[in-house]
């Protein structure tokens, strides 16, 4: 069965740096585009990023563009999300997702802290 | 951005009630492949969310058939027939149709 395993979470002070990390199994990894989605304590949800499974296709959303970075090894069957340039407002859970445009399966989520 | 927009944001239901959650979207979302990316997802408490319905009515594997979608254009609706305990939590539409792909703001069922 499809497993997406996220980890790297934790408390970080506004301007540092963090990489997540998500350990995926149970499907090719490699065939499969992957997605960041995140959620603020108390909140909804929003979608972050995308990469496709060659890694040729990635797209971020205004808030984290240039700030955040998705990429993926596929002989790990990992994906990353680096975080530059933190500030309290990325504060939330952030989710390992499968599918793009389609979200199928979900991790259980990291929680990043953004605070001095 | 498409605003995905709920309602209502709060649903008491009584047990064994149905109940109907609206979400409308700020503009088409049919892609260019002809499919309508409009996804449904259940959170329940403490938990990741969890995909119900993809594409308008395609309802996911090992879930009740109580849950079902329809819609098109901008008018879409998920619908829980027979409410049970277990249904309580926050429920969300979603477009995967243009990017940045956008949640509604979330509906929370609980019982009366």
């Known amino acids: 069965q499809v497993q997406l395993v996220e980890s790297g979470g934790g408390l970080v002070k506004p301007g540092g740096s963090l990489r997540l990390s998500c350990a995926a199994s149970?499907?090719?990894?490699?065939?499969?585009?992957m997605n960041w989605i995140r959620q603020a304590p108390g909140s909804g949800l929003e979608w972050l990023s995308y990469?496709?499974?060659?890694?040729?296709?990635?797209n971020y959303a205004d808030s984290v563009k240039g700030r955040f970075t998705i990429s993926r090894d596929n002989a790990k069957n990992s994906l990353y999300l680096q975080m530059d340039s933190l500030r309290a407002e990325d504060t939330a859970v952030y989710y390992c997702?499968?599918?793009?445009?389609?979200?199928?399966?979900w991790g259980q989520g990291t929680l990043v802290t953004v605070s001095s | 951005d498409v605003v995905m927009t709920q309602s209502p944001l709060s649903l008491p239901v009584t047990l064994g009630q149905s109940a109907s959650i609206s979400c409308r979207p700020s503009?088409?979302?049919?892609?260019?492949?002809?499919?309508?990316?409009l996804n449904w997802f259940q959170q329940r408490p403490g938990q990741s969310p969890r995909r119900l319905i993809y594409?308008?009515?395609n309802r996911d594997s090992g879930v009740p058939d109580r849950f079902s979608g329809s819609g098109s254009g901008t008018d879409f609706t998920l619908k829980i027939s027979r409410v049970e305990a277990e249904d309580v939590g926050v429920y969300y539409c979603?477009?995967?149709?243009?990017?940045?792909?956008?949640f509604g703001q979330g509906t929370k069922v609980d019982i009366k």
């Open positions: 997702v499968r599918h793009a445009r389609l979200a199928a399966y």
């Open positions: 990469i496709s499974g060659s890694s040729s296709d990635t």
């Open positions: 594409k308008v009515s």
């Open positions: 149970g499907f090719t990894f490699s065939d499969s585009y």
């Open positions: 979603m477009q995967g149709t243009h990017w940045p792909w956008t």
């Open positions: 503009q088409s979302i049919v892609y260019s492949d002809g499919n309508t990316y």
